[in-house]
Nanobody
Framework: QLQASGGGLVQAGGSLRLSCTASGRTFSGLALGWFRRAPGKEREFVAAIRERGGTTVYTDSVKGRFTISRDNAKSTVYLQMNSLEPEDTAVYYC???????????????????WGQGTQVTVSS
């Protein structure tokens, strides 16, 4: 199971840190991703990190503003979001799957496990 938290309401230019804690599997062996769904839009890839904290990948719109990281000892993945923009408003979901290849990290159907989502609202 994945449990996401940390969402909320923030003004443009502000920051939030999302957390997602996993249980029931060997966390270090999981690739982890964050996705989001804005109202009226399709689910969108945000960021991912491969198992054991190696490669990270980001969608272009968040590069330089968001940072994904993981703490294997706490079985938690984080998404630090800085310089937030109203366009970042969405429900954010964490996802996990064992051993994904690089080209699959941004593909939602590659992930076997999903959290419940946490709302992020950025006001202008």
């Amino acid at each position: 199971q994945l449990q996401a938290s940390g969402g909320g309401l923030v003004q443009a230019g502000g920051s939030l840190r999302l957390s997602c804690t996993a249980s029931g599997r060997t966390f270090s062996g999981l690739a982890l991703g964050w996705f989001r769904r804005a109202p009226g839009k399709e689910r969108e890839f945000v960021a991912a990190i491969r198992e054991r904290g190696g490669t990270t990948v980001y969608t272009d719109s968040v590069k330089g503003r968001f940072t994904i990281s993981r703490d294997n000892a706490k079985s938690t993945v984080y998404l630090q979001m800085n310089s937030l923009e109203p366009e970042d408003t969405a429900v954010y979901y964490c996802a996990a799957s064992p051993r994904l290849i690089y080209s699959s990290l941004g593909v939602p159907s590659s992930y076997a496990y999903w959290g419940q989502g946490t709302q992020v609202t950025v006001s202008s």
